[in-house]
């Protein structure tokens, strides 16, 4: 049985993966730092009959998470498949910048997906088997006004994966890169703009795991986000400029 670790894995698009990947026969390994959800989450997908384990942990401790991956592969075997999926946004007031809470999305967004990276990439490569996939977003492709540091940790991610899908591949391990547009979950409970194309995280996650079992290198989900992202590339700044500006208006 294949084994897939999720981090960010107690609410939204990580709770929907491991559903979706226990119904395509995976054991799933949950991670996160609410260890009542991911408890809960396990006891669930036992007792429905599939398998699955959890430890709680924070992707910025590198110790807990290579520890937290040794525990879950003693249990359930190596890790075929990592999902770096947890992430928080920040949002930033024009008029007063929040430099703290820039820096903390900043460093789970992006250190995060480091130390989750490296917590398997030893034994993915001496196994020369196992596919990473990171979660980024749509706003990696453009800074969002008052959203920036969150599309420039997502950016980051997304380069990051550019680099490692290609140095990797010759070692036997596969890189996806997911770019959600709006997913309806806790992050994006609050927000007060339009989403066009909101979807859910079930169908996301459904996605996701066709990608993962097709080893694509990069999807863009829902497919009307290529087209939005396309027209924005071809639009001229100032209209570019007009929609953005309603992102931090309607805050
Ligand atoms: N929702 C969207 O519209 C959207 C769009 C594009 C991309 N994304 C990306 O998709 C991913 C999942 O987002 P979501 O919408 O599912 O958000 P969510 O519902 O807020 O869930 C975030 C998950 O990340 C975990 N997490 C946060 N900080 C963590 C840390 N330091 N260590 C370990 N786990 C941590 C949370 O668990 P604990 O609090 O229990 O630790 C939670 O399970 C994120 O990377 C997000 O940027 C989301």
Known sequence: ?????????????????ARELVSRGYAVGLIARRADRLAAL????RSAGHAAAWVAADVLDPDAMR????????EQGPCDVMIANAGVIAFQQPHDYDVDGAVFCWRVNVEGVLHTVDAVLDDMR?????????????AAFKGLPGWGVYSASKAAVRVLWESMRVELAPLGVRCTCV??????????????FPMPFLITPE?????TADAIARGETEIIVPFAHRVILALDGLSPRWLSD???RQLVKER
Do not use: C, F, K, W
Request: glycine share 10%; net charge positive; no cysteine.
């Open 1 to 17: 049985m294949p084994h897939a670790i999720i981090t960010g894995a107690s609410a939204g698009i990580g709770e929907a993966l």
């Open 42 to 45: 396990a006891a669930e997908l």
């Open 67 to 74: 520890d937290a991956v040794r525990a879950l592969e003693q």
């Open 126 to 138: 001496r196994r020369r088997q196992g596919h990473l996939v990171v979660i980024s977003s749509t």
């Open 179 to 192: 770019d959600p547009g709006y997913v309806a979950t806790d992050m994006t409970a609050n927000n007060r």
């Open 203 to 207: 169908r996301l996650a459904a996605r």
């Open 242 to 244: 007009i929609v953005g």
